[in-house]
T-cell receptor
Framework: DQQVKQNSPSLSVQEGRISILNCDYTNSMFDYFLWYKKYPAEGPTFLISISSIKDKNEDGRFTVFLNKSAKHLSLHIVPSQPGDSAVYFCAAKEGSNYKLTFGKGTLLTVNP | DAGVTQSPTHLIKTRGQQVTLRCSPKSGHDTVSWYQQALGQGPQFIFQYYEEEERQRGNFPDRFSGHQFPNYSSELNVNALLLGDSALYLC?????????????FGPGTRLTVT
């Protein structure tokens, strides 16, 4: 049973445009969400997070939106740059649980 | 300042064998988590170690075991290897009491079981 779903395996956008990566979850006990970026041969690196008490968090070019009623979150990257090309993972955490539950990832390709 | 390091980088084993993977946490970190990432999947939580004890475990069989040493480094042991154990094994370290977003991942060990 996959509790965190990233239904788009890949996304291709032009440099300078907006990239929107989506994530859905089924566990209503999740209260903290994170996005990680992963380059080949490297471990995932933390990008941005959001608590369930918020609906938006912004950090530079990256913004995460959370819609709790729809159990949906999205990551917006504006403007997209070729260096953003990577696999993006959505992850979720429940309360004081130490475990992160990850989605399968979305491969973002930003074309020059 | 070295980040999280893992060894070996790659490993090939035969079904039924046993394997040990190693992880050195980022300097100043005292907690180590292990994740398994199968091809085309996201990382799955195996367990977390703190103060040399397993503090939480994911949905993995007892064939998966771990250890944390006094210097905070950690080992992941897998017994009776199955073909399905082929995956990238990721180690993540953190400092107890800090947010989960302050967890740093290593580059992983690619295990192939033939």
């Amino acid at each position: 049973d996959q509790q965190v779903k990233q239904n788009s395996p890949s996304l291709s956008v032009q440099e300078g445009r907006i990239s929107i990566l989506n994530c859905d979850y089924t566990n209503s006990m999740f209260d903290y969400f994170l996005w990680y970026k992963k380059y080949p041969a490297e471990g995932p690196t933390f990008l941005i997070s959001i608590s369930s008490i918020k609906d938006k968090n912004e950090d530079g070019r990256f913004t995460v939106f959370l819609n709790k009623s729809a159990k949906h979150l999205s990551l917006h990257i504006v403007p997209s740059q070729p260096g953003d090309s990577a696999v993006y993972f959505c992850a979720a955490k429940e309360g004081s649980n130490y475990k992160l539950t990850f989605g399968k990832g979305t491969l973002l390709t930003v074309n020059p | 300042d070295a980040g999280v390091t893992q060894s070996p980088t790659h490993l090939i084993k035969t079904r039924g064998q046993q394997v040990t993977l190693r992880c050195s946490p980022k300097s100043g970190h005292d907690t180590v988590s292990w994740y398994q990432q199968a091809l085309g999947q996201g990382p799955q939580f195996i367990f977390q170690y703190y103060e040399e004890e397993e503090r939480q475990r994911g949905n993995f069989p007892d064939r998966f075991s771990g250890h944390q040493f006094p210097n905070y480094s950690s080992e992941l042991n897998v017994n009776a290897l199955l073909l399905g154990d082929s995956a990238l094994y990721l180690c993540a370290s953190s400092l107890v009491g800090t947010g989960v977003h302050e967890q740093y991942f290593g580059p992983g060990t690619r295990l192939t079981v033939t």
